[in-house]
């Protein structure tokens, strides 16, 4: 049974900062892996989707690395901002299913 | 673009009720899933449907139903709530499964007392 992971739970930073979410899995039978955001009492909003045979995909501060071999996964936020905040999600997308980790919340303070 | 629309947006029901949560999609993805999301469990997968006339089961199906009779709508079925269905509700669309990313509706607070 595939089973998704994230580290850490939860992480505060000071604005500016560089910063790295993980995500691992165990099942590396996958078809690709997407990293989501979700603010307080919304839905999920899709940042980044790889495919099993790529290795990163970037879109502006954001830089998504895979290595399904190893099953895991870095979402790295260059140059961390306030707006950051909020709830990143990892999902892999395994035989027609999508299987969630529970989320590394983020807060970037001022 | 709507996206995928959920209504609706809250609901509040007695246990032992029975409702329906809507989910439209016009983005014409043949790809539907709901997902329920609670605390500390991440989202799960309720029951998802590959195409028109298609549904299969998901992670935790019991006490729901869902149909797929049109490509657009994809609606779930509480047959009598339960306290324990006390949750978030996301659906989600995608054009298919294996390539392309999934879009997820806002979301449906479901409290059941």
């Known amino acids: 049974k595939q089973e998704v992971t994230q580290i850490p739970a939860a992480l505060s930073v000071p604005e500016g900062e560089n910063l790295v979410l993980n995500c691992s899995f165990t099942?590396?039978?996958?078809?690709?892996l997407q990293w989501f955001r979700q603010d307080p009492g919304k839905g999920l909003t899709s940042l980044l989707l790889?495919?099993?045979?790529?290795r990163e995909q970037t879109s502006g501060r954001l830089n998504a690395s895979l290595d399904k071999s190893s099953g895991r996964s870095t979402l790295y936020i260059a140059a961390s901002q306030p707006g950051d905040s909020a709830t990143y999600l990892c999902?892999?997308?395994?035989?027609?299913?999508?299987?969630f980790g529970t989320g590394t919340r983020l807060q970037v303070f001022p | 673009n709507a996206g995928v629309t959920q209504t609706p947006k809250f609901q509040v029901l007695k246990t032992g009720q029975s409702m329906t949560l809507q989910c439209a999609q016009d983005?014409?993805?043949?790809?539907m899933s709901w997902y329920r999301q609670d605390p500390g469990m991440g989202l799960r997968l309720i029951h998802y449907?590959?195409?028109?006339?298609?549904?299969d089961q998901g992670e935790v199906p019991n006490g729901y139903n869902v149909s797929r009779s049109t490509t657009e709508d994809f609606p779930l079925r509480l047959l009598s709530a339960a306290p324990s269905q006390t949750s978030v509700y996301f659906c989600?669309?995608?054009?298919?499964?294996?390539?392309?990313?999934?879009?997820f509706g806002q979301g449906t607070r479901l409290t059941v007392v």
């Open positions: 989600a669309s995608s054009y298919g499964t294996l390539y392309t990313e999934a879009f």
């Open positions: 099942d590396s039978a996958i078809y690709n």
């Open positions: 790889i495919q099993s045979s790529q």
């Open positions: 999902a892999v997308n395994s035989a027609d299913k999508l299987i």
């Open positions: 983005m014409n993805h043949e790809y």
């Open positions: 449907s590959v195409g028109a006339g298609i549904t």
